[in-house]
């Protein structure tokens, strides 16, 4: 199984502030995305990251709030721009092996705290 | 109403005990099923995956599910402490790779 390591794994940021988070599968994947877990709640996808072009985002997420970059098959970044409270949240890589869509990984994810 | 309703526990059980753990969901367009294994602090890990309605078996785990009633349920038997953890269902459709996942059950395994 893919092997996804996302740094930091853990920050305190400032309110206002802006953090990016990247994200490195150990081998090519065909798809890459991104979830957000926040306090005792379940995961939501944020966006699709493709390679080479514009993330896809799901609603209630926006690209100027989380901007995301995929250089290639094995890399991304998302950024949480502007930081407030509510962005507190687990932030979780992950990354879909072959063409089945049956095999889905995680990150161990990157714990955000906004003061 | 939620795409996805789990269970949400929490469960407690008696080392050896089996666990059952279940989730309906609404969308008939969802054909693929997952459950997942989070520990504290941890990312979720993929447990098992099904695509067909019955049975599948893996070690100590079995996925089963319904699709005429949007149903589906896993049971770890012989359940030991370190499987103590969150358990979370995801779905998705035949042409969507996006996930939807329930809320979570945590089981707790006592010694």
């Known amino acids: 199984s893919a092997v996804i390591s996302q740094k930091p794994s853990r920050d305190i940021c400032q309110r206002g502030t802006s953090l990016t988070i990247q994200c490195q599968v150990d081998?090519?994947?065909?798809?890459m995305f991104w979830y957000r877990q926040q306090p005792g709640q379940s995961l939501t996808l944020i966006a699709t990251a493709n390679q080479g072009s514009e993330a896809t985002y799901e609603s209630g997420f926006v690209i100027d709030k989380f901007p995301i970059s995929r250089p290639n098959l094995t890399f991304s970044t998302l950024t949480v721009s502007n930081m407030s409270p509510e962005d507190s949240s687990i932030y979780l890589c992950?990354?879909?092996?072959?063409?089945?869509?049956?095999?889905?990984?995680f990150g161990e994810g990157s714990w955000l705290t906004v003061v | 109403q939620k795409e996805v309703e789990q269970d949400p526990g929490p469960l407690s059980v008696p080392e050896g005990a089996i666990v059952s753990l279940n989730c309906t969901y609404s969308?008939?367009?969802?054909?693929?099923f997952m459950w997942y294994r989070q520990y504290s602090r941890k990312g979720p890990e993929l447990l098992m995956y099904?695509?067909?309605?019955g049975n599948k078996e893996d070690g100590r785990f079995t996925a089963q599910v319904d699709k005429s009633s949007k149903y589906i349920s896993l049971f770890i038997r012989d359940s030991q402490p370190s499987d103590s953890a969150t358990y979370l269902c995801a779905m998705r459709s035949s042409n969507d790779y996006k996930l939807s996942f329930g809320a979570g059950t945590t089981v707790t395994v006592r010694a």
């Open positions: 081998s090519q994947v065909t798809m």
């Open positions: 992950s990354a879909m092996e072959g063409a089945s869509g049956n095999t889905i990984y």
């Open positions: 099904t695509y067909s309605s």
């Open positions: 969308n008939s367009a969802f054909q693929y």
